[in-house]
């Protein structure tokens, strides 16, 4: 199984939400898949990840905090992702998604992960092909949020692990890099600058 982070393009990026906190908030948002490769078993109904968020210039993500969960629409498409919005034909499932933690160190945890290959896209959201060795089985978006707009050019990377629970499934970048069933495996993925 590999879990695979990738971020939307800037124009996505500092969109205001209504912050479950209160007030309107400007926000960063990630979305995240789920695919099993040729030959790889069905893993775990439920999975939990880290995620960590860094930023090139200190101080511009004040007030960090998670906002919530929601499928890939046409709000924020990344590269590699596919949609899971039930309004798109050609996606894959959203699963329950929580996130919990604080600061720049989250725990997001999948649950009610369906293997039944119902939903099973072909290209990513953005319309690109997905690799024919690649079955996505969920995606879905992160969104945290910040309490000041970014002022000057920052880059904003996330950074994944998957916990121990989930060492089963394993995890390895999207970029070329050799499959691995490590829990700890990390990647990065650049977001944003303004």
Not at 14 to 23: D, K, P, Y
Request: hydrophobic fraction near 30%; include cysteine.
């Amino acid at each position: 199984m590999d879990l695979v982070l990738s971020a939307p393009n800037q124009n996505y990026q500092q969109t205001t939400v209504q912050s479950r906190s209160g007030g309107n908030r400007p926000t960063v948002v990630v979305d995240y898949g789920v695919a099993m490769t040729t030959g790889s078993i069905p893993g775990p109904s439920s999975y939990s990840f880290t995620v960590d968020i860094a930023v090139s210039v200190a101080g511009q993500l004040p007030g960090l905090q998670w906002e919530g969960c929601r499928p890939v629409d046409d709000s924020a498409q990344a590269t590699g992702i596919p949609y899971s919005d039930s309004a798109f034909k050609n996606r894959t499932n959203a699963p329950t998604c929580t996130i919990t933690g604080s600061s720049t160190h989250y725990t997001v945890t999948l649950s009610g992960l369906d293997y039944s290959l119902k939903q099973v896209p072909t290209v990513d959201s953005l319309g690109n092909a997905i690799p024919s060795t690649s079955t996505f089985v969920a995606s879905g978006q992160l969104l945290f949020s910040y309490t000041t707009p970014i002022t000057t050019t920052v880059g904003v990377t996330f950074g994944a692990t998957s916990t121990p629970s989930s060492s089963a499934m394993g995890s390895r970048s999207r970029r070329p890099t050799p499959p691995t069933t490590s829990p700890a495996r990390r990647w990065s993925s650049p977001v944003c600058s303004r």
